[in-house]
């Protein structure tokens, strides 16, 4: 049976991130996710909040970018939190999303490049060694971790081609984006697979409601949110959807909500979530599960109530 997860995204307010990680640990999520969206909350904070207010949980940084925040910075904030918490902390690497580096003036140029480098000087930071490159993007002089050596996972968010294999190749786990529908899953884990053993993650979006209708509701906002980024072409193609991404993309820049919540259709709702009365989200976590993920990872929910609902619906 894969594991269950839970991730924020940052739109709840700071003062509810306690109750939320309680209510993921009560319902039996063995890690909290935590996401990093440029002009969100900030995930550092979230994750020493959600932490201290737990026992057993882990909790992941997710997924900080080496475009908006330097390697260093980003293994010495994962450092720091598994200093308090040891073995209770993952840290996610992944690009960010190309619209939100936009709207922050951030190039992103040689993603590939940059995240295999990123990767290679945490793992080295993490053991306690003088993290030295001069590579073709980052570069950093011998210097050590003042609290390594530290055993934290390093997980990639991914979803296309070379990332992916990237991931499959030199990461502990390849991490699938939400809002993804089960086909494009199925598929990245296709191209990831590399002969090696890594861990196969993925975020559904997820909300247990009385009827499926007042649950697809919720979720339309951020299920667009997600699907107006160019880089998820692919997964709408594999799910059948029909969804105007140029027109999304437009509609969200403008909060032209009215326009958001008739483009995200019923149809494009249940491609690409778990939605509906407990019985409609189990059978759709079962659609995930047979993927063969080892965490499916609940997403989309910023209250404590709805996230054990939603535990509670996946787990019987």
Not at 31 to 45: E, K, Q
Not at 50 to 60: D, M, P, S
Not at 116 to 143: H, T
Not at 178 to 185: C, I, K, L, Q, R
Request: charge should be neutral.
């Amino acid at each position: 049976m894969s594991e269950l997860g839970v991730s924020i995204d940052g739109r709840a307010p700071i003062s509810e991130i306690p109750s939320q990680a309680r209510a993921a640990e009560d319902g039996g999520a063995a890690t909290l996710w935590i996401a990093c969206h440029l002009f969100l909350r900030d995930p550092i904070t979230t994750a020493a909040l959600a932490l201290a207010a737990t026992h057993r949980i882990k909790v992941a940084l997710m997924a900080m970018s080496p475009y908006s925040v330097h390697p260093v910075f980003i293994a010495m904030a994962a450092a720091t939190l598994d200093e308090m918490y040891p073995g209770r902390v993952i840290l996610s690497l992944g690009a960010g999303a190309p619209a939100d580096l936009d709207a922050a003036g951030i190039a992103s140029p040689k993603p590939v490049a940059t995240l295999r480098e990123a990767i290679a000087l945490c793992r080295s930071l993490f053991a306690g060694e003088p993290a030295f490159s001069a590579a073709e993007v980052l570069k950093s002089r011998a210097r050590r971790l003042v609290n390594a050596p530290r055993k934290i996972p390093i997980v990639l968010a991914a979803s296309r081609t070379n990332m992916l294999k990237l991931a499959g190749t030199a990461a502990d786990g390849v991490l699938i984006s939400a809002a993804t529908s089960p086909a494009f899953v199925r598929a990245c884990f296709d191209v990831a697979a590399s002969g090696r053993v890594f861990r196969k993650l993925a975020i559904v979006y997820t909300r247990v409601a009385a009827t499926e209708r007042d649950a697809m509701n919720v979720l339309r906002r951020p299920i667009g949110f997600v699907l107006r980024g160019a880089h998820h072409a692919e997964n709408i193609r594999l799910s059948g959807a029909a969804l105007d991404q140029g027109a999304l993309a437009l509609a969200y820049a403008a909060e032209d909500w009215a326009v958001v919540d008739r483009l995200v259709s019923d149809d494009v709702v249940r491609r690409h979530s778990a939605c509906g009365t407990p019985a409609q989200v189990r059978e759709k976590f079962d659609e995930y599960r047979a993927i063969g993920l080892d965490e499916v990872i609940i997403g989309g929910i910023d209250d404590a109530p709805g996230i054990a609902a939603a535990l509670a619906a996946a787990r019987t």
